[in-house]
Each structure stands twice: as structure tokens, then as C-alpha cells.
T-cell receptor, first 110, second 114 residues
Framework: SQQGEEDPQALSIQEGENATMNCSYKTSINNLQWYRQNSGRGLVHLILIRSNEREKHSGRLRVTLDTSKKSSSLLITASRAADTASYFC??????????FGSGTQLTVLP | DTGVSQDPRHKITKRGQNVTFRCDPISEHNRLYWYRQTLGQGPEFLTYFQNEAQLEKSRLLSDRFSAERPKGSFSTLEIQRTEQGDSAMYLCASTIWTEGTEAFFGQGTRLTVV
């Protein structure tokens, strides 16, 4: 079963715009990670935020975490066509596995 | 290439046949995961190894599925008597397990059962 849900399921924006994706999860976590997957390929790690952190930046990525609401958001600024992919949040908690959400399909139009 | 390697990349098999997939993790990684992903869904956990020990198996992993990591290095995932519902992408990931480390994924093996 999947730990969480991403919202929206699909997002289409113009190049240069910002993209925001949300993730909700159900149980306590130690950290939350975001991954990107290009069509038919493996997943690539983007960023990790620990449960005691509220915000983290990496290049054009900004992640927030609200443990009281059990939610996280991923912001991609100044999007590019190459950002077109599926984005997944994954949580790590007492179980020693990463549990993934169902993903957001982002399409960036040139 | 020092990433996670999976073989084969694609496999088409007839229903009822057995298939085996291989995963070569990053060499210093002690933890290895198997996930299954169907179209439009996120990866679903199947099982993981800490070195050669299989520590957890999902209830998704029926008795037709077996995984091994005999020397704590590469791993194999075997599916016996394949069914059409087994058609999916099978992903392997490895990590050095300390809290808060990223997992590195292979490109996956796409299985089609006809």
C-alpha cells in the first residue's frame, strides 16, 4: 500500500513558470524525500528533508515539511522543458523502507 | 558505470513461465531493495536485504516470488508461474543505510507477461 498521495495527479505549465506539488502522508516519519522519474526510467533522488526541518533548498528546488499536517510540498522554480517527469514523495519512518506516493506527472511546455 | 545495474531491461514471457531478474547494487551499499511499479502508480515495496539477510517482505510478495542476495552483493528476484498481473516494472535500489540517506535506483526491468 502507498503511504501518501501527491496532489495534483497531473500538472501542466509553461516554461519559466513555477510548479508546486504537494504530498500528504499518514504515519510518523523520520524523513521525507522527493524523487523524479522520467518516462520508463528509474528514479532519481532530488532532495531529503528530515522531520525536524521545516524547509530546505537545493538549486531551483524548495521543499517544505509540516509534520503537524503530515504534508510536504515541492516547488520547482523557473521550470524548464527538461523538468517534465513524474515526481514522487517517499517517506521513511519506523519501517526501514521507503514508502512512495502515487506521484505527480509534470509537463512543462516550451 | 558505478550506478545500480539491472538485467535484463525488458523481458517478455508467456504466462506460466519462470523469470529471474538480477540487480547489481553500488558496491559499498549494504542495503538493497526491490520495488514493483505499475503504470501511473508509485513504486510498491516488495522486499529488502541488509547485506545477505532478507529482513522484510511485503505481503505483496506471494509465494511465487523469491529473492536472494547470496553474498551480500548482487541480488536476484525470481517469479515462478508468471501471471498477467505480474506485468510491471521491477525496480532495484541500494543505499548505505544510515538514517536519512538517499536510495539509488536502477533503470528497472520491465516485465510483460503474455
Amino acid at each position: 500500500s502507498q503511504q501518501g498521495e501527491e496532489d495534483p495527479q497531473a500538472l501542466s505549465i509553461q516554461e519559466g513558470e513555477n510548479a508546486t506539488m504537494n504530498c500528504s502522508y499518514k504515519t510518523s516519519i523520520n524523513n521525507l524525500q522527493w524523487y523524479r522519474q522520467n518516462s520508463g526510467r528509474g528514479l532519481v533522488h532530488l532532495i531529503l528533508i528530515r522531520s525536524n526541518e521545516r524547509e530546505k533548498h537545493s538549486g531551483r528546488l524548495r521543499v517544505t515539511l509540516d509534520t503537524s499536517k503530515k504534508s510536504s510540498s515541492l516547488l520547482i522554480t523557473a521550470s524548464r522543458a527538461a523538468d517534465t517527469a513524474s515526481y514522487f514523495c517517499a517517506t521513511s519512518g519506523s519501517a526501514r523502507q521507503l514508502t512512495f506516493g502515487s506521484g505527480t506527472q509534470l509537463t512543462v511546455l516550451p | 558505470d558505478t550506478g545500480v545495474s539491472q538485467d535484463p531491461r525488458h523481458k517478455i514471457t508467456k504466462r506460466g513461465q519462470n523469470v529471474t531478474f538480477r540487480c547489481d547494487p553500488i558496491s559499498e551499499h549494504n542495503r538493497l531493495y526491490w520495488y514493483r511499479q505499475t503504470l501511473g502508480q508509485g513504486p510498491e515495496f516488495l522486499t529488502y536485504f541488509q547485506n545477505e539477510a532478507q529482513l522484510e517482505k511485503s505481503r505483496l510478495l506471494s509465494d511465487r516470488f523469491s529473492a536472494e542476495r547470496p553474498k551480500g552483493s548482487f541480488s536476484t528476484l525470481e517469479i515462478q508461474r508468471t501471471e498477467q498481473g505480474d506485468s510491471a516494472m521491477y525496480l532495484c535500489a541500494s543505499t548505505i543505510w544510515t538514517e536519512g540517506t538517499e536510495a539509488f535506483f536502477g533503470q528497472g526491468t520491465r516485465l510483460t507477461v503474455v
